[in-house]
């Protein structure tokens, strides 16, 4: 019975927003209260679908590239010949971490100029940390019986890497890059203040214009996306557990 429910639940928000998006003059009503002068209730310099998909976009490009880049670091430190490199390689990720995400995009806009690419470097630095710290730990938390009964079975190392450690450390990757995504959802918004296509464009015109309507409306679209995605991340994480007996 709690499990429809949540799974109603869920449903119910993910329609709403849906509505939201392509209906928003639907809920002007609503949001109206929170202007003043008669300004606008509904965002209306552009499109809030469109500014949705580009949002999630540029958080997907950037995640995808931290975690190719998180997950082969944390391989590489946890190989023989690569165990050497484990403190050059927590340096290196922890760079977008020691950065705020605004002093990167300062640092970026010189080098490739104003939009997106700004944005996307300072999402994927500040992505990896958590995806290369789980990964590291999924990797060097297996069983070593496993490991041994794979070696037993004549695996070779990369064999052993594919079918059974990967695998089996699957769920803690997850988790990484689940947090990962979440975080670059919320630091998106600040890449509107370098011209990229984020739903930042809405809180920065609602600010600008004093009006809260405009600024409530952004953020709850990136704080409903946020929990949507934590939310079925964590589902999908529980399921891979379960089937890899965690």
Not at 133 to 151: D, F, H, K, M, Y
């Amino acid at each position: 019975m709690k499990l429809w429910w949540s799974l109603g639940l869920r449903i119910i928000v993910f329609g709403l927003l849906l509505a939201f998006l392509l209906q928003p003059y639907w809920f002007a009503p609503l949001l109206k209260p929170l202007t003043q002068n008669n300004a606008p209730a509904i965002y209306n310099q552009g499109s809030l679908l469109s500014l949705t998909l580009s949002h999630l976009q540029i958080v997907l490009i950037a995640t995808v590239a931290a975690t190719v880049l998180g997950v082969t670091l944390a391989i590489l430190v946890t190989r023989k010949f690569g165990a050497e490199f484990l403190a050059l390689s927590r340096s290196l990720v922890n760079i977008g971490q020691t950065f705020p995400p605004v002093a990167v995009l300062a640092l970026a806009v010189p080098a490739v100029g104003f939009g997106e690419k700004p944005t996307l470097i300072a999402l994927f630095l500040y992505g990896l940390l958590p995806i290369f710290e789980n990964t590291l730990t999924g990797l060097t938390t297996l069983q070593p019986s496993v490991i041994e009964a794979a070696r037993g079975a004549g695996m070779t190392g990369w064999q052993r890497l594919l079918k059974v450690e990967l695998p089996l450390a699957f769920p803690v990757i997850l988790g990484g890059i689940r947090l990962s995504m979440v975080i670059s959802l919320a630091t998106a918004t600040i890449g509107s203040t370098v011209a990229a296509k984020t739903l930042g464009e809405v809180i920065i015109a609602g600010l600008l214009s004093n009006n809260l309507a405009f600024v409530l409306q952004g953020g709850l679209i990136v704080a409903v996306l946020a929990v949507l995605i934590y939310d079925s991340l964590s589902a999908l994480e529980r399921l891979m557990a379960r089937r890899m007996g965690a």
